[in-house]
Nanobody, 125 residues
Framework: QVQLVESGGGFVQAGSSLKLSCAASGRAFSIRHMAWFRQVPGKEREFVAGLRWNSWSSYYADAMKGRFTISRASGENELYLQMDYLQAEDTAVYYC??????????????????WGQGAQVTVSS
């Protein structure tokens, strides 16, 4: 089992930045990908950005390219999401996820076995 704990959500004004963190513990050696998803009420969970854990290669949903940056801490099992130029439509619960499945990229929620509790991000216009 892998445990994921997110932090860093909050309430910000449009145009602001926010950084989310996700700490992985437990059987973290089994992680092959980590990712951020987001969800608003009544909609499906949406892929935001992913990171191939051992190669550090990142990939993004087209709508997030240029504004969001996914990264990990060197030597630590910690994942980050730097969000810049936030807009009201970015308001959502953001989830950290981890997968043990190999491959170049995973953008489907079904590919991820472990999930954090979610962090609310609210952007006021």
């Amino acid at each position: 089992q892998v445990q994921l704990v997110e932090s860093g959500g909050g309430f910000v004004q449009a145009g602001s930045s926010l950084k989310l963190s996700c700490a992985a513990s437990g059987r973290a050696f089994s992680i092959r990908h980590m990712a951020w998803f987001r969800q608003v009420p009544g909609k499906e969970r949406e892929f935001v950005a992913g990171l191939r854990w051992n190669s550090w290669s990142s990939y993004y949903a087209d709508a997030m390219k240029g504004r969001f940056t996914i990264s990990r801490a060197s030597g630590e099992n910690e994942l980050y999401l730097q969000m810049d130029y936030l807009q009201a439509e970015d308001t959502a619960v953001y989830y950290c996820a981890a997968s043990s499945i190999e491959g170049s990229r995973h953008i489907n929620a079904e590919d991820y076995e472990w999930w954090g509790q979610g962090a609310q991000v609210t952007v006021s216009s």
